[in-house]
């Protein structure tokens, strides 16, 4: 019997029949909404019956927090391979964040602006919105640390501002991208990156630097 994922899941039990369960999912809950949608309705969407569902996933939460797991074990890999000897680590964060904002399918937005509605009350919901934040902010952290040691960055940049902004600017681009079909992404992404990399040498600084 393959193990069943409960509602403390983690990545390394994921099989092939999981991962095609959470593809079918997302589609579900960005066509349906989370709360409307159905075990039965993810079921059919997967191919199998809601008996054999429940054989993998418990519940909803259960395969919610499947996917967060598996969006924050992606990114953290990703992040694991920001390295200075590949390049400008903005030029790399750039990459990265455009791979997770821009080249992802739109309901990974729609779902992420659901989940994030749900954390307001559902604290299980609201423990995993924070381990994806904890990682993304750990990862950025990371190669902030990096560009400014190796002169990329200034070295009196205000990291807990600079990643305070570039967060906001990106659930900001999550929420557009959810809530407007006419979104245009490409534009934005060439907005949030810009700014990350003005407000990297500017904004961010210190006043006793700006002003020297």
Known sequence: ???VVPASSSESV?????IRILDAAERVFARAGF???TMQDVAAEAGMSPGNLYRYFSSKDAII????????SLIAE?????????GSLL???EELGRKHLV??????AVIALQIWAEAARNPGMARMCADIEGTVIEGLAAAISEAKANGELPPRLDEGRFLMAISMMADGFFCRRAIDQNFDTAM???TLFTGMRQLSQTMLLPETETQS
């Open 1 to 3: 019997m393959p193990p």
């Open 14 to 18: 994921l099989t092939e029949r999981h």
């Open 35 to 37: 709360h409307a949608a």
């Open 65 to 72: 927090e499947g996917m967060t797991e598996r969006d924050r």
């Open 78 to 86: 990703d992040f694991g391979k920001l390295c200075p000897k590949n």
């Open 91 to 93: 030029d790399q964060l």
């Open 103 to 108: 080249l992802q399918p739109r309901e990974k």
């Open 188 to 190: 934005a992404a060439d």
